[in-house]
């Protein structure tokens, strides 16, 4: 497990943030197709906080894409760097997201966040960003719809309607299981679409989320869980210590 520092520089008020979407979003890519599904590694990445204790764990879950099997996975630990303002909770996970990718003996491939790439109020979720900082193809698969107006999916597994924001596409709700409420994709960086949807469900050959989300949820739970717990050594002394009441 990796122990992340806040970064130098790192935006502290809701006006740098800002400042820093609106430089990084001019460099996302919308125009190459991504890889294809079922080739190569996808990686899925996910936090969890104890904003008690001022901690975030992250959590990146490397699979091979045609099994689904788990070939490398890494956590890191940190303080939470960023206060919770709706629309800026990237600036919440980048830090150690980034330790955690970078803590992987392989290449992750493609990666899928639990958030949203263009479907974001700034057009510049979590998937976008990620994709920007580390020049590597990015989708957005959220359990809600933000924001963001739909109408429902017919009920087969595939199915999928247009989120809108007006008039602008900004992702799908996708049904990935048969009668069960859709998931939200949208592309963060050098992915379609389509290919994002393409994507999502052949990483949900059961369940309405994803493999890779499923997987980093749970370790970055344990990790979580690790990081704010009692030291074993020292909670077995306690329990042997006859002495308190």
């Not at 894409?65 to 760097?81: M, N």
């Not at 958030?115 to 979590?126: D, I, S």
């Not at 309607?161 to 299981?177: H, I, K, Q, W, Y």
Request: glycine share 8%.
């Amino acid at each position: 497990m990796t122990t992340v520092r806040i970064p130098a520089g790192w935006p502290a008020t809701e006006e740098e943030a800002r400042a820093v979407q609106d430089e990084l979003r001019e460099r996302v890519v919308l125009d190459e197709p991504g890889p294809p599904p079922g080739a190569g590694h996808v990686t899925g990445v996910d936090v969890a906080y104890d904003d008690e204790r001022d901690v975030v764990a992250a959590a990146a879950v490397v699979l091979d894409a045609a099994t689904l099997d788990v070939v490398a996975q890494a956590t890191a630990v940190g303080r939470i760097s960023f206060a919770y303002i709706p629309g800026l909770l990237a600036f919440r996970e980048i830090p150690t997201v980034l330790a955690a990718l970078d803590a992987l003996p392989c290449p992750p491939g493609l990666i899928v966040c639990d958030g949203y790439g263009l479907a974001h109020p700034r057009r510049f979720g979590l998937a976008s960003h990620l994709g920007v900082l580390t020049g590597l193809p990015t989708i957005g698969v959220a359990k809600n719809p933000f924001t963001f107006t739909y109408d429902d999916p017919a009920a087969a597994r595939g199915s999928s309607t247009p989120l809108m924001s007006g008039d602008e596409e900004v992702g799908r709700a996708l049904r990935t299981r048969e009668a069960v409420k859709p998931v939200f994709v949208s592309a963060g960086h050098r992915v379609t679409l389509a290919n994002a949807c393409a994507h999502t469900l052949a990483l949900s050959p059961q369940y309405r989320l994803p493999e890779t989300t499923r997987r980093a949820d749970a370790l970055c739970r344990q990790a979580l869980k690790e990081a704010t717990g009692p030291r074993p050594e020292l909670a077995a002394r306690a329990a042997a210590d006859t002495t308190r009441s």
